[in-house]
């Protein structure tokens, strides 16, 4: 009984996994095709290997200086969208305070604005600023849908922290801020890795406010991409190349905080 | 309960400044514009409600409005439900578990417009894996010419994108459970589906509510994936909201109706969420008081 259920586990699970890597194998099989044979044939896999596109993109400065533009914004807005939800995470998890529903949820919302909606004021904020082009101005941008995400998340993990550990450390005489981060933090690293992943991921590939916020200085990858369509045709070539490595940053990150998710996070109140 | 303490608002202060820097300056602006006709940056005169009345009778817009509604109940009917078997499914130790949580995570991890433009070419009939299975099973499939097949197209996309990140969610709630309730259960001889409704289910409720909020969204708000897989065709069979909103900002430099336009389009999903927030929560409390009934 208990090995039949299990086998039938395993069908779903490999099925699945099927359906999850194909598109992606299907990525990765054109990154090695060239553009004519892409267009050509159809063929399971490469007929003539190459590796023109990706030396396209290893020997272009501005395409890799895409990816590490993207990177210091990515890595800008992590720290910040950590550094902040952390504090406010804490007060929601442990105190009542005069609209504090109110604000969580309002928090919320911001991850409703669709980001169509704010293209324009932000160009404008962002020009008044003289922002433009920066990659703060990227990272503060995706603060708008990253600090609720992350907030909410990190309540989750504090509210399973039961509060006598906080009692305990103040009647020993702790202070705030070094309770916070030699007794507390050590306790919801879990949650800290959760949400820089999410914060990571949903920050690394969004692409309508990065375009608009920068041009050349701090182009991402995602807008360098675009390039790849032009009046002469796509480069289907290049894009999947540029697609399949940019798999990898995150593929990294997910390999570091699996041990964190595997532990498991229940979210007490929400 | 919890303390009441109001110096706690000066936690939550630095995340007030982020979150209001990059939101209600914006807002206001869009708030701005949306009363006003924008004839050039210097001339602009006033017209109150007039583009609010304007979009709310725009048919297209009820239109666009249908199909959102219509994608985003199909993108949760499919997604969670697949999402909880999967995290089911999952190893939950040693390097398999590992493994899986990678390659269930990479479809997250691709940008939007590369994820729309591989599925342009994998859904291709004479070059790409689904399209030509699909030909070799005999479907007359052709998602550029065929609305249904476009839109299933775009769903599926959709499915293959974001079900991980539910699966994610759940994953990490079923991690939680500590062992000994697993024990218990198999002492009183539950079964499988009373261990997942009385156990499992419970304990998933937080992770299910950020899984479905956030599905419900950014579901409500795609843009990139369909642009780049239909560019919203054939005819207007894939043309969300976003889409819809983005032809009359950009296409049409409108941008007194635009603003009207993206503001009942907030409070739309504003409210569906609301709505949600309300019902999952009262759900969640009904479970537990049949529990301690039972």
Redo the contacts between chains.
């Keep these: 009984m208990d090995e039949r259920?299990f086998r039938k586990?395993?069908i779903?699970?490999i099925a699945?996994?099927l359906?999850?890597?194909?598109?992606?194998y299907?990525?990765v099989n054109?990154s090695f095709r060239s553009n004519e044979e892409?267009?050509?044939?159809?063929s399971?896999w490469p007929q003539h290997f190459t590796l023109a596109s990706y030396k396209t993109i290893f020997t272009d400065p501005s395409w890799y200086d895409g990816y590490i533009n993207s990177l210091i914004y990515v890595a800008i807005n992590t720290v910040?969208s950590i550094?902040?939800?952390l504090?406010?995470a804490?007060?929601?998890s442990?105190?009542?305070?005069?609209g504090?529903k109110h604000?969580f949820?309002w928090?919320?919302?911001?991850?409703?604005?669709?980001?169509?909606?704010?293209?324009?004021?932000?160009f404008?904020?962002y020009t008044t600023l003289g922002l433009m082009d920066t990659h703060i101005a990227v990272a503060?941008?995706h603060?708008?849908f990253n600090?609720?995400?992350a907030?909410?998340?990190l309540e989750?993990f504090m509210s399973?922290i039961p509060r006598e550990i906080d009692e305990t450390a103040y009647i020993d005489g702790y202070g705030f801020p070094r309770f916070f981060l030699t007794v507390f933090l050590p306790l919801i690293k879990a949650g800290v890795g959760?949400a820089a992943f999410f914060c990571f991921?949903f920050s690394?590939?969004?692409?309508?406010l990065a375009r608009t916020l920068t041009s050349v200085n701090a182009k991402p990858?995602?807008a360098t991409?675009?390039r790849t369509v032009s009046a002469s045709g796509?480069d289907?070539a290049t894009?999947?190349a540029?697609?399949t490595l940019?798999?990898v940053?995150?593929?990294i990150v997910?390999?570091f905080v699996?041990h964190y998710?595997?532990?498991?996070?229940?979210?007490?109140?929400? | 309960?919890?303390?009441?303490?109001?110096?706690?608002?000066f936690?939550?202060l630095?995340?007030?400044l982020?979150?209001a820097?990059?939101?209600i300056?914006?807002?206001m602006?869009?708030v701005n514009y949306s009363v006003q006709d924008i004839i050039s940056p210097e001339r602009r005169v006033f017209v109150g409600t007039e583009w609010f009345a304007a979009v709310l009778r725009d048919e297209e817009l009820h239109g666009a409005l249908l199909r959102q509604l219509g994608f985003s109940l199909a993108v949760l009917l499919v997604e969670i439900p697949?999402g909880i078997?999967?995290a089911?499914?999952?190893?939950?130790?040693g390097w398999r578990?590992?493994a899986?949580?990678?390659?269930?995570?990479?479809?997250?991890?691709?940008?939007?417009?590369?994820v729309g433009?591989?599925?342009q070419?994998?859904g291709r009939a004479?070059?790409?894996?689904?399209g030509?299975a699909l030909q070799a099973l005999g479907v007359d499939y052709n998602y550029t010419g065929d609305a249904t097949d476009a839109w299933v197209t775009v769903l599926v996309m959709d499915v293959?994108h974001w079900t991980?990140l539910v699966a994610?969610l759940c994953?990490?709630?079923?991690?939680?459970?500590p062992d000994a309730y697993y024990q218990a259960a198999r002492i009183d001889g539950a079964s499988?589906f009373a261990v997942f409704r009385y156990i499992q289910l419970p304990?998933?409720?937080?992770?299910l509510?950020?899984a479905v909020?956030?599905r419900f969204?950014d579901s409500?708000?795609i843009?990139?994936e369909p642009f780049v897989l239909t560019g919203g065709g054939p005819g207007n069979a894939t043309t969300f909201?976003?889409q819809y909103?983005?032809q009359k900002?950009v296409g049409q430099f409108d941008?007194g109706p635009a603003a009207a336009f993206?503001l009942i389009?907030?409070l739309i999903?504003?409210l569906l969420?609301?709505i949600l927030?309300n019902w999952m929560q009262s759900v969640g409390t009904q479970d537990k008081s049949e529990v301690a009934h039972g």
């Design positions: 259920r586990r395993s779903f699970l699945y996994l359906f999850a890597l194909l598109p992606i299907w990525m054109m892409i267009l050509s044939s159809f399971l910040i550094g902040v939800a504090p406010a804490y007060a929601f442990r105190y009542s305070f005069l504090d604000v949820f928090l919320l919302t911001n991850r409703m604005t669709p980001p169509a909606v704010f293209l324009l004021p932000f404008q904020l503060l941008a603060l708008l600090v609720p995400l907030v909410w998340i989750g399973g959760v991921m690394w590939v969004e692409l309508l990858i995602v991409m675009t796509m289907w894009l999947a540029a697609g940019t798999i940053p995150g593929a997910i390999w699996r998710i595997a532990k498991g996070f229940a979210m007490g109140r929400v | 309960m919890k303390p009441i303490n109001q110096r706690a608002w936690l939550v630095p995340v007030f982020c979150v820097f990059s939101a300056l914006p807002l602006t869009v697949l078997c999967l089911l499914s999952m190893p939950a130790q578990a590992s899986v949580l990678v390659v269930v995570a990479l479809s997250l991890l691709i940008p939007w417009n590369v433009t591989i599925w070419i994998y004479d070059i790409g894996l689904l030509a293959w991980p994610l994953f990490a709630g079923l991690r939680s459970i499988k304990k998933m409720r937080g992770v509510m950020i909020l956030l969204m409500f708000m843009y990139t909201l976003s909103l983005t900002a941008l993206s389009y907030f999903i504003l969420c609301f927030y």
